[in-house]
């Protein structure tokens, strides 16, 4: 990769974002824009993208290459989500961009299968994007909004994360996969630990582990709050884009020896051991053996971090001539059609089906509550990268998260197992010098002509967002805690996500796993405010977080402190985020309270007075955002800025 001469020992991750960069500098802390080389975007976010754009009156996307994938909301229970399928189908003809068959695989994997390309940036309409960081990619999660802008060619603009040096020594012993070390990460870091840096890999280890492999990780570093995760590209990359038929796309990728970073923490993967993620947040980690000997109901294997090639044939050598507990539920969601066809080629397929497990598509369904939710209570163990409150379809859920061999062991005792306990086979794979031919994964854009555009009845306008009253004199309508989620402000699961693009629906289940009476009490005072703990908005992508609050009249959320992608989705959909000074200050704010402030003259970098005129005393706030974010959102939002 060539480089610009006056940037001396760079980081990987400052390399490619040379490449990319077209407003700012290369300054950690300073306000940046960068153009996406790529986009892509899955069913459940994308129709807000793509009405946002045909808003915008683009007719063809500006960017090297654009996929949409269909994989997240899969059930045809009724039309709704065939009619998103077949607008996904005919919008992206129309614009130029590459439509996945729906079933071809989940976004993340199949784009790193046919699309990753090292050095090049990815802007992705979902928070896993930064999976991509695995190929050496700078990939980031956005919202709808976001993704649409990307997708016209605009830069997104990001504060230039601090670089966090994640040394990797060592190799993992037998029955301790990659699943361990991210999930090491999230132990030491916790969901907050990452906020405004990138995790750049390096060091001995990461030889030691193919793409894949450091895609789950990469994957699973949006939970630590992170922008994103960056490896290197190497001999092991070129392997993955060989085996794809994509050699020539190889560029070698590494910082240089001076490299500066902000932070430094080493793993020695070879004393790492099989790790759990407690219910319900990623970072309550814990080795297995302490939680071992607890029964379960449900195991579900898969996911786009836990389901490529060497998974299958991991939890296939662990299945070979055993069946599954008769008292669990044990499910498989491959990652993609190649990876279910090179499978089945080397018969793993064939153990996995005869010991008893349900096999299903190649999709997100069970991760996000569409298609295995646990029963009542019922303790179930995933290899997905989250077990939020309620995301798996079931509010009363127990929900752990491990590495496949601990999931598939357990499946086999009943109860939370150590895989090294059991007598498992050692194990190693190569991938296939090239893979079998894909096959029909994707429709490609029409060259010419365009064929009508159908809108299902569940696909609603935009809402409009009027802009922010220069007084606000509202009651605080729920007072949340740390670590509130997407999951929390916009409910997963089969009956929810179907209406994700019919915001009058889906705004009456808002919060509905916190306080059923919220979207009415919101109505009942025309609107209010949210006050938080901190991370407000960690979790998912989905700009309907921010867009539903907004439609049922709240115009701020005063919390301890915002997770990054939220923040960016508020900014674009008018909701004034404003950050508590204290914890005192938190404390002293009751759910009920009158709260009135000034708006009229936001100004960055400037408190904000809060007036409690409940219990008659007043405090002050901070708004974390630059003036020309506090501008979009007094207009009701960037949403009407670029109308
Ligand atoms: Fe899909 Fe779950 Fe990943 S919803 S993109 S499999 S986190």
Redesign the pocket.
């Known amino acids: 990769m060539s480089l610009a001469k006056p940037y001396p020992n760079l980081t990987a991750t400052e390399k490619i974002l040379l490449n990319s960069i077209v407003e700012g500098d290369l300054v950690r802390g300073s306000r940046i824009g960068i153009k996406a080389h790529q986009t892509l975007g899955?069913d459940l976010n994308a129709i807000m993208t793509f009405l946002a754009l045909e808003s915008m009156g683009i007719e063809k996307v500006d960017t090297e290459v654009s996929v949409q994938y269909i994989?997240?909301n899969m059930i045809q229970a009724d039309y709704k989500n065939a009619d998103d399928h077949r607008y996904l189908r005919e919008i992206t003809s129309r614009l130029g961009v590459i439509c996945a068959r729906p079933g071809s695989g989940?976004?993340?994997q199949l784009h790193l299968e046919h699309f990753g390309r090292p050095g090049k940036t990815l802007i992705g309409g979902?928070s896993?994007t930064v999976a991509a960081g695995g190929i050496g990619m700078f990939s980031i999660g956005v919202g709808g909004f976001d993704a649409a802008m990307a997708m016209a060619g605009k830069p997104l603009y990001i504060t230039m994360p601090r670089i966090v040096k994640v040394n990797l020594v060592g190799k993992l012993p037998q029955l301790v996969s990659a699943k361990n070390i991210i999930l090491e990460v999230l132990r030491r870091l916790t969901v907050k630990g990452g906020v405004g840096k990138v995790l750049e890999y390096c060091g001995p280890g990461v030889a030691t582990l193919n793409v894949a492999e450091r895609s789950i990780i990469a994957n699973m570093g949006a939970e630590t709050g992170a922008t994103t995760s960056v490896f290197p590209s190497d001999a092991e990359t070129r392997k993955w884009l060989a085996a794809y038929g994509r050699e020539e796309q190889w560029v070698a990728l590494e910082a240089d020896a001076g490299a500066v970073y902000d932070e430094e923490m080493t793993i020695d993967l070879s004393r790492l051991e099989p790790l759990i993620a407690l219910p319900s947040q990623p970072d309550k980690v814990v080795p297995v053996r302490e939680v071992a000997g607890k029964k379960i109901d449900q195991v579900m294997l898969g996911?786009?971090?836990n389901t490529a090639l060497g998974d299958v044939l991991a939890i296939a050598n662990a299945l070979k001539d055993r069946f599954v507990s008769p008292d669990v539920d044990v499910s498989f969601y491959p990652s993609t059609r190649t990876v279910i066809r090179e499978s089945i080629r080397r018969g793993a397929y064939d153990q996995i089906l005869t010991a008893g497990v349900r096999m299903f598509e190649p999709i997100?369904g069970g991760?996000?509550g569409c298609g295995f939710a646990p029963g009542t209570e019922g303790v179930s163990l995933r290899t997905?990268?989250?077990n939020f409150e309620g995301r798996s379809g079931t509010k009363s859920a127990h929900v752990y998260l491990c590495a496949p061999e601990t999931a598939v062991a357990s499946a086999l005792t009943g109860v939370i197992t150590d895989p090294r306990a059991l007598d498992i086979p050692d194990f190693a794979y190569e991938l296939p010098d090239k893979f079998i031919d894909p096959g029909n994964l994707f429709n490609y854009p029409k060259l010419e002509g365009t064929d009508e555009i159908h809108y299902g009845p569940n696909i609603k306008p935009i809402p409009k967002m009027p802009p922010l009253e220069d007084q606000l004199n509202k009651p605080v309508l729920l007072k949340l805690p740390d670590n509130i989620t997407t999951d929390h402000i916009c409910p997963a699961g089969a009956i929810y996500l179907p209406i994700r693009s019919n915001i009058p629906e889906i705004s009456r289940h808002s919060f509905n796993v916190v306080d059923e009476s919220y979207s009415e009490r919101a109505k009942a005072s025309d609107g209010g405010i949210l006050v938080a703990g901190t991370n407000y908005g960690q979790g998912s992508s989905r700009e309907q977080a921010a867009i539903v609050p907004r439609y049922l009249g709240v115009k701020a959320v005063i919390a301890r402190g915002f997770a990054r992608l939220h923040l960016a989705n508020m900014v674009n959909w008018g909701l004034l985020p404003l950050v508590f000074r204290s914890e005192q200050d938190y404390a002293a704010v009751e759910q009920g309270d009158l709260l009135e402030i000034d708006t009229s003259d936001l100004k960055e970098a400037e408190p904000v007075r809060v007036w409690n005129r409940t219990s008659g005393s007043s405090f002050y706030v901070d708004t974390p955002l630059v003036q020309a974010d506090l501008d979009a959102i007094k207009v009701g939002g960037r949403i009407n800025t670029v109308k």
Do not use: F
Request: with cysteine.
């Open positions: 899955h994989d997240h989940i976004c993340h979902d896993h996911s786009c971090t997100c991760c996000n997905t990268p989250r």
